[in-house]
């Protein structure tokens, strides 16, 4: 019988894809021997397969093919007959058996256990992707049936509005991205609150910030408390400041339910949480930071005097920010409000008050969005807006996350902005100090505030994988050194007709013209930085989804391990040798020499050979501003790297995700073995060193491509110690990875 449910203890930050960020975070936390809550996982397995018996799946894809993803009305009708399949579906018996027993284990023989159902999505708190609170927690849940159906329940809850927006936004794919369910022992919290190991507004990382209210934590996340605030020293934890607020509610269990229970004033002014504990926390944080290599935002609990860590995701807002300046003098009459800088920056345009999710289609880009705070509904709206004022909430409130994530923006905790402000007005929001100006006043952008000298170049160089043509300008003005890899397969897709039938129509030019337009695009963007192409790696069964596809691809079972790469170009070359006039038109015409080629999925030392007789027939000679990279993303090219080496290559790139799906024998797309998928794996991490290791000892370029260097920042140490010569990662994970390599390299410098 297949195993749906893991406890904490069998899993770690490196099973994201069974168990989800949140998941994979309490068991990394729980085996690190940090005080987490006791609980169970039932994995993303269990939901693929709810889906395969159900037969949901073509279903959902119907339904979401016919969404107006602009139109929140669509969206949400879209959503709740997802949502009714998923309510309606049936559980299989083996995993309603798996759940029961470990829901019986964690409260005891005799004692039903209370409870939170925490959805964890496989796309969720991720390094690169936050908007934490897409999906739907369910506390004070006791009972197996009641614990059965909130499962159902946390499943719909992916195909909330709001989450299938963000998916949409992100180009996830909403089929791939699956949903675990952490069921943790439920901490009856006195106090709560949240951590962040830098400063989420400044970026100062010398601080941490700690916000906190009495009862449960929702109220602070949602923002309608203003929270304590508590600045600790990272150096040796003294306390800098200390900020209490007014608590009117706290929200705490009534019987079986949660209530706001309102607290009188001497209570709800005090401070909410011990020196002591404030000191303790700071630690707690600083630990967690140094664990996971990167800033953490962390939501704690206190039950009986004890501190809980319920919850860590790497800070995602530590971007590089613009630093404005007003270019007309503000004096005090023009400040008609005040509250926390939440989000730095300053933005002008005229109110738009929102006091329900049902009134966000009123908001319009460039309006100033006022409500009294926001949730996960909001979002919409908030992409719309180019600012953010909150009557209530902390810095580390929803509204003041969201913001940092889109860039814009926020001040909350005003008190009193939607009686203060009416709809219409135009006000300047000033994000840096707090403030908020009547009228619009102009600013002008000054220099760059740099979160690790950001636009600092390092010794390994930095690159960008892309694949759509419209994104090469904007791409190209990010600090990137070039493109690292360059797919081919979006633009044939664009081009949309199999490239045999373009040759059997006569329409063989047009295609070279069509591929040539494509790549001097991106060649143009980022001249004369290099951008590294990689020739067609089209599987069989994705060349026969193009008009006359089926005409020319075989079937196969496997094509992952099939006809492609550079076997294709040896048995079939007609395709290749029209890349190949492509990259010569580029190259000549166009006059770009920026653009080198890489050759995929290269299974001998002799295919190899014989790839490059075709590349030099073609005209293509290797020169100072023509390189041939290889991939190595097979067991044998890391076995026979000199081999290849000696045959006459300028560079290697790993694509992790291949080499380590080989290496480690699974499919990180089958449902059913993608827990298996690792790419720290003591075995994959000796194939990553082993690489890198041996082309610097051959004087050739060495680089990583795949989706691992984006995912884990302890490999980009291990990446940067071992000598690899550059990185790739997509354009959302640049600013992050350019901290890594500068933080790497002044370790290894120090060392």
Not at 128 to 150: H, I, M, P, R, T
Not at 262 to 269: N, T
Request: hydrophobic letters at 40%; glycine letters at 8%.
């Amino acid at each position: 019988m297949p195993k749906y449910v893991a406890w904490f203890s069998e899993i770690g930050k490196n099973d994201v894809s069974l168990v989800g960020g949140k998941g994979a975070n309490l068991g990394e936390m729980i085996n690190a021997g940090f005080p987490v809550p006791n609980g169970f996982v039932v994995t993303s397995k269990a939901y693929y397969e709810f889906l395969k018996e159900n037969k949901l799946d073509i279903k959902i894809k119907h339904l979401l093919s016919a969404a107006n993803f602009d139109d929140s009305k669509s969206l949400d009708n879209v959503s709740t007959q997802i949502k009714k399949l998923i309510i309606e579906g049936k559980i299989s018996e083996d995993l309603i058996s798996q759940i029961i027993k470990a829901y019986n284990t964690l409260g005891g023989r005799f004692e039903h256990a209370l409870v939170a159902v925490r959805s964890s999505a496989t796309a969720e708190d991720l390094s690169d992707a936050s908007f934490a609170g897409a999906q739907e927690s369910f506390l004070n849940v006791k009972g197996d049936a009641v614990l059965v159906q909130k499962i159902k329940q946390g499943w719909a809850s992916l195909f909330h509005g709001r989450a299938i927006f963000y998916r949409h936004q992100q180009k996830y794919d909403h089929l791939k991205v699956g949903i675990a369910l952490v069921v943790q022992k439920m901490i009856e919290s006195e106090k709560s609150g949240v951590m962040f190991t830098i400063d989420p507004v400044t970026n100062d990382k010398s601080k941490i910030i700690i916000e906190s209210i009495y009862g449960l934590g929702e109220l602070i996340v949602l923002g309608k408390e203003n929270p304590d605030h508590y600045v600790v020293l990272k150096s040796d934890f003294s306390i800098l400041t200390k900020r209490t607020s007014l608590q009117n509610y706290m929200l705490k269990k009534v019987k079986e339910k949660n209530k706001e229970v309102k607290l009188s004033k001497s209570v709800g002014s005090r401070q909410k949480i011990t020196d002591a504990q404030i000191t303790t926390l700071a630690k707690f944080g600083e630990k967690l930071e140094k664990h996971y290599y990167f800033p953490q935002d962390i939501e704690w609990a206190i039950e009986k005097g004890k501190i809980y860590i319920v919850q860590t995701r790497a800070v995602t807002t530590t971007k590089i920010e613009k630093d404005f300046v007003l270019t007309t003098k503000v004096s005090a009459s023009d400040v008609i409000l005040k509250g926390d800088a939440a989000s730095p920056g300053i933005a002008a345009g005229p109110v738009k008050i929102v006091v329900s999710t049902k009134e966000i289609d009123k908001v319009l880009p460039g309006d100033v969005l006022v409500a009294p705070q926001t949730n996960p509904d909001f979002v919409p709206a908030m992409k719309k807006a180019v600012a953010i004022i909150t009557d209530s909430g902390g810095r580390t409130s929803h509204a003041a996350i969201v913001s940092r994530e889109l860039g814009i923006p926020a001040i909350v905790g005003t008190q009193n902005a939607t009686k203060v402000l009416k709809t219409g007005n135009v006000v300047t929001v000033n994000g840096t100090t707090g403030e908020i100006y009547k009228g619009g006043f102009a600013t002008k952008q000054t220099r760059h505030v740099e979160n690790d000298n950001l636009n600092t170049k390092t010794a390994t160089k930095l690159y960008v994988n892309l694949a759509e043509p419209d994104l090469a300008d904007s791409t190209a003005q990010k600090n990137v050194d070039g493109v690292g890899l360059l797919r081919a397969e979006f633009m044939m897709a664009g081009i949309g007709v199999h490239p045999k039938k373009m040759i059997h129509d006569g329409k063989r030019h047009e295609f070279i013209e069509k591929l040539a337009e494509d790549m001097g695009k991106f060649c143009k963007a980022f001249d004369p930085r290099p951008v590294v192409y990689r020739t067609t790696d089209f599987k069989t069964n994705e060349y026969r989804d193009l008009v006359g596809g089926k005409d020319y691809e075989p079937e196969e079972s496997n094509p992952m391990l099939g006809y492609r790469g550079a076997f294709r170009y040896i048995h079939d070359p007609e395709v290749f040798k029209l890349e190949l006039e492509a990259i010569k038109l580029v190259r000549s015409k166009m006059n770009y020499k920026n653009l080198w080629i890489m050759i995929p999925f290269v299974r001998t030392v002799e295919e190899l050979t014989a790839v490059k007789k075709i590349i030099n027939e073609a005209g293509l000679e290797r020169s100072s501003t023509f390189k041939l990279w290889m991939m190595v993303e097979i067991p044998s090219n890391v076995i026979m790297l000199e081999k290849f080496i000696e045959v006459g290559i300028d560079g290697v790139s790993i694509g992790s995700n291949d080499l380590t799906m080989l290496v480690m024998g699974t499919d990180r797309d089958n449902s059913e073995v993608a827990s298996e998928f690792n790419e720290m794996y003591s075995a994959t991490l000796w194939a990553f060193e082993h690489v890198v290791k041996t082309a610097h000892k051959h004087g050739v370029t060495s680089s990583m491509c795949g989706q691992a260097v984006s995912t884990y920042p302890e490999l980009v140490k291990d990446l940067v110690s071992w000598g690899v010569t550059s990185v790739s990662v997509s354009p959302d994970a640049v600013d992050n990875t350019r901290k890594l390599l500068i933080r790497s390299e002044k370790e290894l410098l120090h060392r």
